[in-house]
């Protein structure tokens, strides 16, 4: 039958991978018929069925300053411990409140029991499950082991608690086999794997009136070459590697289009990008500004697209990473039928790349050989599109909503069955 589902985050908000799979979730959720309710610290979500609590959001002043005071120091002070403490209980109570008011029936808890970005967040969440028995699924998306930058801290204690909890009533849920295995491993908790996936059942959007201009938009001409770096510009993305790609390319035909912006942790990176485009005469369009969540046309007129209004006009997508959880640009690629250069990250390699799908794939470095095989994507359209069209049916078996349903019923069913 029927129930109605709390997701339970620190931001259901923009084009983060959390924010992105977890509407993937309740779209598919919502098509089996249950109803479904947002808790978050930052939230774009219909608000008659969302409660917005601003300290369970990451960047809550609140927040920063303990995350200031935990992560690079080896031991923490009364005040730290407090405020944590504080912040806990009260982001406890309004979870009462949000099951009460919207009588939760089972909690999704979206990478808040997994990557410490907001601890209060976490041990709030644990504790509640323990004080309620409420069903849960954790869905985790990445690890805190997994990133260095959690590795020294001063609240070892609460991770072991709370990141995830060994909690009998709840349902534990990752997106790679690395994570299956890290988890039962360090926390012997067992858990289903669920990859990302996208509505492959679903044709893609074409491009219509209002997304039609957008490569005069931003300044390419009609004989260009859109090269597509659809991700963030920090270090794990690799992406001096698709400087190199368009450098041995060797015409100024093709145009590298990067489409998010920096942030806090890239823009050193991005300055030393435009440095080494420089040197290597690439031209590279930082595009951030005329890219954003939803369309909308600004105050001097001018356009704002989204990523999938991009993906259309673009000839190849580069996906250089290094590290990826999953890797969401790769599936969006293969959707929109664009070829791919992909470096062979852990997951990749594991995860993805038995399944067979085509691509010009890297091993860490850019070889002539790489670099030819993208020539001939590029310059042969019978063999593009062989390509991508056996990709997208390659997706629809492993990747699509189908797959996803079938996960979802069966770990609701486990719940219910207790």
């Known amino acids: 039958m ?27 959720l919502l098509e089996d018929g249950h109803e479904i309710f947002w808790f978050a610290g930052k939230l774009d979500r219909d608000r008659e069925h969302s409660m917005c609590i601003p300290e369970a959001y990451f960047g809550h002043p609140e927040i920063q300053w303990i995350n200031a005071r935990i992560w690079d120091h080896t031991s923490r002070s009364p005040l730290v411990t407090r405020r944590i403490h504080d912040i806990a209980e009260y982001i406890k109570s309004r979870l009462y409140d949000f099951v009460r008011k919207f009588d939760i029936d089972i909690l999704f808890i979206e ?60 349902q534990h849920v990752v997106i790679n086999q690395t994570g299956q295995e890290q988890l039962s491993w360090r926390k012997g908790l067992s858990s289903t794997l669920v990859p990302n996936v996208l509505d492959f059942e679903t044709p893609p959007p074409s491009i219509d009136s209002y997304s039609a201009n957008i490569r005069e938009e931003i300044g390419l001409s009609e004989d260009d070459v859109m090269i597509l770096q659809p991700t963030r510009v920090v270090p794990r993305k690799g992406i001096e590697r698709a400087i190199e790609l368009v450098e041995m390319l060797e015409d100024p035909k093709y145009k590298l289009v990067i489409s998010h912006d920096a942030g806090d942790e890239g823009i050193e990176y991005k300055k030393t990008l435009e440095e080494l485009a420089q040197d290597a005469g690439v031209d590279v369009r930082f595009i951030s500004t005329q890219i954003g969540d939803s369309r909308r046309v600004q105050d001097d007129g001018n356009k704002v697209y ?89 997706a629809e078996n492993f990747y699509s909503y189908s797959v996803l349903r079938r996960k979802m019923r069966l770990l609701i069913s486990n719940i219910e069955g207790k």
């Open 2 to 28: 029927p129930d109605k589902l709390g997701f339970v985050s620190t931001r259901f908000a923009g084009t983060d991978g959390v924010s992105l799979e977890s509407t993937k979730w309740a779209d598919v």
């Open 111 to 170: 990478n808040a029991l997994a990557i410490p970005m907001h601890i209060p967040l976490g041990l709030a969440v644990t504790e509640f499950m323990a004080e309620t028995d409420i069903p849960a699924i954790g869905h985790h998306h990445d690890f805190y082991w997994e990133r260095s930058r959690f590795q020294v801290n001063a609240v070892h204690d609460y991770l072991e608690m709370a990141f995830p909890p060994r909690e009998y009533d709840m």
């Open 306 to 394: 989204t990523l999938w209004d991009l993906y259309p006009h673009a000839d190849l997508v580069t996906y250089p990473s290094l590290y990826e959880g999953f890797g969401n640009a790769f599936l969006e690629s293969i959707y929109f039928k664009i070829p791919l250069l992909i470096n062979r990250y852990d997951i990749y390699a594991r995860d993805i790349e038995p399944k067979g799908f085509k691509v010009a794939m890297m091993d860490g470095i850019l070889t002539r050989k790489v670099v030819e095989k993208v020539r001939r994507i590029l310059d042969d359209p019978a063999y593009r599109n062989a390509m991508v069209e056996y990709n997208y049916k390659l």
